[in-house]
C-alpha cells in the first residue's frame, strides 16, 4: 500500500491559480497509474486527471487546457495545476493510485479543499 497526503488546496478568486499536491510514501508509486478526483457538495465523486507510468496522461472535458497532472518520481509526489479557475471548480480533491491499470484505484488520500469565488 502507498500513503497519500495531499495540500496546497485553499481560497481563490475566479480566473486565479493553485497547485496541488500529493505525497505518496510507503513505497514508489513510479510503476503505478495515479490520478486526481474531485467530488463537489451534493455531488459524486468525478474523475479530473491520470497519468500513466509511461507519462501519457488523459483529462476530464471539464478541465482540459485549463489543469496540468504531473509527477515527480525523485520526489514521489504528484501534482495538478490549476488555471482559469471557474466557481464550479470547487470541490475536495483527491489523489488516487493503483498499480494494475485495469483495477479500481485501491489508495486514496484524505482530500483538500479548492473553493472558487465569483
Known amino acids: 500500500q502507498v500513503q497519500l497526503v495531499e495540500s496546497g488546496g485553499g481560497l481563490v478568486q475566479a480566473g486565479g491559480s493553485l497547485r496541488l499536491s500529493c505525497a505518496a510514501s510507503?513505497?514508489?508509486?513510479?510503476?503505478?497509474?495515479v490520478a486526481w478526483f474531485r467530488q463537489a457538495p451534493g455531488k459524486e465523486r468525478e474523475f479530473v486527471a491520470h497519468i500513466l507510468w509511461s507519462g501519457v496522461r488523459s483529462y476530464a472535458d471539464s478541465v482540459k487546457g485549463r489543469f496540468t497532472i504531473s509527477k515527480d518520481n525523485v520526489k514521489n509526489t504528484l501534482y495538478l495545476q490549476m488555471n482559469s479557475l471557474k466557481p464550479e471548480d470547487t470541490a475536495v480533491y483527491y489523489c488516487a493510485a493503483k498499480r494494475d491499470t485495469s483495477a479500481e484505484y485501491n489508495n486514496w488520500g484524505q482530500g483538500t479543499q479548492v473553493t472558487v469565488s465569483s
Open positions: 510507503g513505497r514508489t508509486f513510479s510503476s503505478d497509474v
